[in-house]
């Protein structure tokens, strides 16, 4: 046991919490609790501050205390389960999206929906899905390509994690002085899941995106384009070889519609010639969620310039 070394007056001005908050936190939660001097005085021990420093600055990013110190505690838990020290979000998220993996591995489908569930009690939907679902489905999708795993455990997770995509992308309402956007991927691309999150994310940026996945034909894309009337049309590509197919696409809509700006992404571009890089520079919208910010605000600013 560490050595208590703050007394609560100390504790207050150090911290900048009120020392009845403090009392009351105390006796609510049980989270810490202070060692006792000859004197009967309550003192705080290193551990003791760190821990309130860490709850503060939850509350500081709009967390109620209960729920600061439900992720605290759930931090712990994992923590404790892979034995290791309990510690902030970022090593909380990592051994989540650890255990998360696991289940998949595991093909244990009940482990999986809750620690998904934990994940979504936790943090924000954004956070889920742009930056746990979708890193863990990317990890999926190598440890299959070197051997690692097999399609099953690919599917199987693939199956569990698009369920979970594809409620919360319809749950969010779309702005409707915002422009509308198709999202489509690119011919005999297969590959959809990235679009999925692609998705997601325009969405969540309030634009009204009809999502057509893959299979749809060339045709059918033109005759969607005329029933929508789009500002934007997104289209994924994941395997190099769709490649040259998706950016011929590409330039006949752009010839044929110069009206409709057209959203280029996938892991497949990111491998292209450097000479193709250029010449589509201004379509490619990038793999990261920072890239599809900029571009899109970009556009957005010019349709309201």
Same mark, same amino acid.
């Not at 999925?196 to 940026?205: S, V």
């Not at 590509?237 to 996938?266: H, M, W, Y």
């Given at each position: 046991?560490?050595?208590?070394? @703050? ?5 207050? !001005? ?26 009967? =005085? ?7 501050? !760190? ?47 650890? +255990? ?12 999986? =929906? ?8 936790? @943090? #924000? /939907? ?43 992308? %319809?749950?969010?309402?779309? =702005? ?13 691309? +297969? %590959? ?12 969540? !940026?309030?634009?009204? $995106?009809? @999502?057509?996945?893959?299979?749809? #034909?060339? /045709? ?14 997104? $289209?994924?590509?994941? $395997? ?5 197919? #998706? ?9 044929? +519609? ?19 890089? $250029? ?9 990261? !969620? =920072? ?12 349709? #309201?310039?």
């Amino acid at each position: 046991m560490q050595e208590g070394k @703050y007394n609560i007056k100390a504790i207050s !001005k150090l911290l900048g919490i009120q020392p009845g908050t403090l009392r009351a936190w105390e006796r609510r939660y049980q989270l810490i609790s202070p060692v006792r001097n000859e004197s009967g =005085h309550r003192l705080y021990t290193e551990e003791h501050v !760190k821990i309130l420093r860490w709850l503060i600055s939850k509350t500081s990013q709009g967390f109620s205390i209960s729920q600061a110190v439900s992720l605290f505690e759930q931090g712990r838990k994992l923590a404790a389960e892979n034995g290791e020290e309990a510690a902030g979000d970022t090593n909380q998220i990592q051994l989540l999206k650890t +255990r998360l993996l696991d289940s998949f591995i595991a093909f244990n489908e009940t482990k999986s =929906h809750e620690l998904i569930n934990q994940a979504f009690a936790l @943090y #924000t /939907a954004d956070l889920v899905i742009m930056d746990i679902l979708r890193t863990i489905m990317a990890d999926i999708e190598q440890l299959r390509e070197t051997g690692d795993l097999t399609s099953a455990h690919e599917h199987f997770a693939s199956s569990i994690i698009r369920a979970r995509v594809t409620y919360y992308m %319809h749950t969010i309402p779309s =702005h409707g002085f915002l422009p509308k956007a198709l999202a489509v991927c690119g011919p005999d691309e +297969r %590959h959809d899941f990235e679009l999925l999150i692609l998705t997601f994310f325009l969405r969540r !940026k309030g634009l009204e $995106v009809v @999502y057509l996945g893959h299979s749809v #034909t060339e /045709a059918d894309l033109k005759a969607a384009i005329g029933s929508v009337n789009p500002r934007f049309l997104f $289209v994924s590509c994941t $395997v190099p070889a769709n490649l040259e197919k #998706t950016l011929t696409l590409a330039e006949d809509f752009k010839r044929d +519609r110069p009206d409709l700006q057209i959203g280029l992404s996938g892991l497949a571009f990111t491998a292209h010639n450097k000479d193709e890089k $250029v010449k589509f520079q201004n379509l490619f919208i990038g793999n990261t !969620k =920072h890239e599809w910010d900029q571009w899109i605000e970009r556009f957005l600013m010019l349709d #309201t310039e």
